[in-house]
């Protein structure tokens, strides 16, 4: 690796990292570099995205991985495969460092490692998708509309009308045979995936919500310092929500989690279902319980909507206004979802 401008994509050749990988072939000058373990796949991924994209192999838990993206301008993480030390290091040697996880544990790690930092030369910016990422902006635009918000309810309604990429539908199966952190009432609990649920109204409809191990609840409620805050997530069709809450309480949520990869292979060989696209709605809710304010927005696909977010942060990183801030930045400071959804 050899040019001054290179974005490198780590975990880059699934769905979203050739999505992010197109979009910014096409708006940088830069060599784009789609690293996994599998250089043919890699190498065919590259090969979609144009010819100043190259595919590397590379187990980026292995000991060297650093050095064989030393030279790297920018990373975008697309994999919990990588160890939070290596990203820690990427801001700390002068490149720039982008996460999409959702999941709150791994996030946590990245966050303890890259704050650590004594003197980072380079931005790092994390949960950088849909949820957390929009959801975030969305939930910090309501408070600011109405400051006597004091907790948040948000819900993702996913379309089964086109394919989630693997590891997108892997995660969700992994995550209906875990716990997460929950801050709820002013304090903090650990609940199991599917042990809460409610119904939300979008446009006439009541939607089934099913409370989901989405790392952005927990940041939502720390860096707006609220009483509390629960992400849910709902399948359209309806039927797929019921369905996902029944396995989430079920025996087989094991047999799921630990097999997430494979039967996630197997559903992407199904026909698809419902709409393809993507709604969220965000409520605020005041000490009394009463709705202080709501936000919602409609767009495509979750990799769609998320391979979007991350390429318009991925160039405001390599071609900033202003001299970027060092160590780990909030997405808001970048980002403005308003410029790549429709909002109602």
């Not at 043919?40 to 000991?63: F, T």
């Not at 966050?111 to 939930?139: C, K, Q």
Request: aromatic share 4%; glycine share 10%.
């Amino acid at each position: 690796m050899n040019s001054a401008r290179t974005i490198c994509l780590l975990g880059g050749y699934g769905d979203v990292g050739i999505r992010v990988a197109r979009l910014l072939h096409e708006e940088t000058s830069s060599r784009v570099v789609l690293v996994g373990r599998d250089e043919k796949r890699a190498k065919r991924a590259a090969a979609l995205v144009g010819p100043r994209s190259e595919g590397m192999a590379l187990d980026v838990r292995g000991p060297h991985a650093a050095e064989h993206l030393a030279e790297a301008t920018l990373c975008i993480n697309l994999t919990e495969a990588t160890p939070p030390k290596l990203a820690a290091t990427f801001v700390a040697n002068g490149t720039h460092f982008i996460d999409t996880s959702a999941t709150p544990t791994y996030v946590a790690d990245l966050r303890a490692a890259i704050d650590a930092l004594p003197d980072p030369r380079a931005t790092g910016v994390l949960e950088t998708g849909l949820a957390p990422g929009l959801t975030n902006l969305l939930a910090a635009r309501l408070c600011e509309d109405h400051p006597d918000t004091g907790s948040i309810d948000i819900l993702i309604e996913l379309g089964m009308g086109a394919h989630h990429g693997l590891a997108a539908t892997a995660w969700t199966l992994q995550a209906l045979d875990q716990t997460y952190p929950m801050k709820s009432q002013g304090k903090w609990q650990e609940v199991r995936t599917g042990a809460v649920s409610r119904r939300f109204t979008i446009q006439g409809r009541s939607i089934l919500g099913v409370g989901f191990a989405f790392s952005d609840q927990q940041s939502i409620a720390r860096d707006l310092g609220l009483a509390g805050a629960r992400t849910f997530l709902a399948i359209d069709p309806g039927w797929m929500t019921n369905t996902l809450h029944w396995l989430s309480r079920a025996p087989v949520r094991r047999f799921l989690g630990g097999n997430s990869t494979a039967i996630a292979r197997a559903l992407q060989r199904l026909p698809v279902l419902g709409p393809p696209g993507t709604r969220v709605l965000v409520e605020g809710y005041n000490a009394r319980g009463e709705i202080t304010g709501k936000e919602s927005m409609s767009g495509g696909p979750q990799a769609e909507l998320t391979s979007h977010v991350v390429a318009h942060l991925a160039l405001a990183l390599m071609h900033p206004a202003t001299d970027l801030p060092p160590g780990l930045q909030p997405l808001g400071m970048f980002v403005d979802p308003a410029s790549f959804v429709e909002r109602r």
